[in-house]
């Protein structure tokens, strides 16, 4: 098994609001991502986590949030948007990257920011 | 940080014809996948070749990692291969980061 899903797969939410995009994998990957991916360019990674510790933060503003509660799942929390945050967000798995590097993406979460 | 270029940047084949496309990357890589991105949004694992050549089907793929390049080629395309193809690298130089190429967007008609 090889999925990584992600819930919700559409999200419309106003500048005020509070949301969260959820993320899981259970093929005992130690190593989770989050990837922003605006229209007609290639995604960007925004973070990396590594045995449920926060490795990397690719200098993303603070209105998102990530947690990791478990080596399974992944949150991305959302607070005060902005339009231009308007985004694909992807979220990953693999190996931890002592080993296979090789990633798996979900399908993604398209969120519109009004 | 590293750079990753890829061409052509659109291409229009014909049903059933053939295509290469292009990976040229700045630094040394650990790792380097290819993915196809469908219409939806979902990023489908093509190959994980950090070198070597390998095929899967009608698609294969090689990577000269002495220099820098990687080529997908794809045969006997059809109305299904169309999307967006991207490689990504994992540079020898920066943990767990990965960097995408700025990708090449394919249609085929039939």
């Known amino acids: 098994d090889t999925e990584v899903t992600q819930t919700p797969k559409h999200l419309v939410m106003g500048m005020t609001n509070k949301k969260s995009l959820k993320c899981e994998q259970h093929m005992g990957h130690r190593a989770m991502y989050w990837y922003k991916q605006k229209a007609k360019k290639p995604p960007e990674l925004m973070f990396v986590y590594s045995y449920e510790k926060l490795s990397i933060n690719e200098s993303v503003p603070s209105r998102f949030s990530p947690e990791c509660p478990n080596s399974s799942l992944l949150n991305l929390h959302l607070h005060a948007l902005q339009p231009e945050d308007s985004a694909l967000y992807l979220c990953?798995?693999?190996?931890?990257?002592?080993?296979?590097?090789?990633?798996?993406f979900g399908p993604g979460t398209r969120l519109t920011v009004t | 940080g590293i750079q990753v270029e890829q061409s052509p940047p659109d291409l229009i084949l014909q049903e059933g014809a053939n295509s290469t496309l292009r990976c040229n990357f700045s630094?040394?890589?650990?790792?380097l996948q290819w993915f196809h991105q469908n219409p939806w949004g979902q990023l489908i694992n093509l190959f994980y070749?950090?070198?070597g050549t390998k095929q899967n089907g009608r698609l294969s793929a090689t990577t000269v990692a002495t220099e820098r390049y990687s080529l997908l080629y794809i045969s006997s395309s059809q109305t299904t291969d169309s999307g967006v193809y991207f490689c990504?690298?994992?540079?020898?130089?920066?943990?767990?980061?990965?960097?995408f190429g700025t990708g090449t967007k394919l249609q085929v008609i039939p």
């Open positions: 070749i950090p070198s």
């Open positions: 990504a690298v994992l540079y020898s130089g920066g943990y767990q980061k990965v960097t």
């Open positions: 630094d040394s890589v650990n790792n």
């Open positions: 990953a798995s693999s190996q931890a990257a002592e080993s296979s590097y090789e990633q798996y």
